[in-house]
C-alpha cells in the first residue's frame, strides 16, 4: 500500500461521521486520488474498481 492508498483509506475510515454535503466532497476527493493514482502508475484499472479496492481494505480495517 503506497501513500495514496493509505490517504484514501484513511478517507474512508472517517466518512461515516460526516454529513451529505462533506460526502460530496469526499467522493470527489477520492475520484480524483484515484485518477492520479491511475496516471502515476500507469494502470489499467478502471476509477471505480481503485474505488472499490480502497473500500475493501477500509472495511476490512473496521
Not at 32 to 40: F, G
Request: aromatic share 6%; with cysteine.
Amino acid at each position: 500500500m503506497d501513500e495514496i492508498d493509505r490517504k484514501a483509506v484513511s478517507i474512508l475510515l472517517n466518512a461515516p461521521t460526516v454529513n451529505e454535503q462533506e460526502l460530496k466532497i469526499i467522493l470527489r476527493e477520492l475520484r480524483n486520488l484515484a485518477k492520479y493514482k491511475r496516471k502515476k502508475e500507469n494502470l489499467s484499472k478502471h476509477v471505480n474498481e481503485i474505488l472499490d479496492y480502497w473500500a475493501s481494505i477500509a472495511y476490512k480495517m473496521c
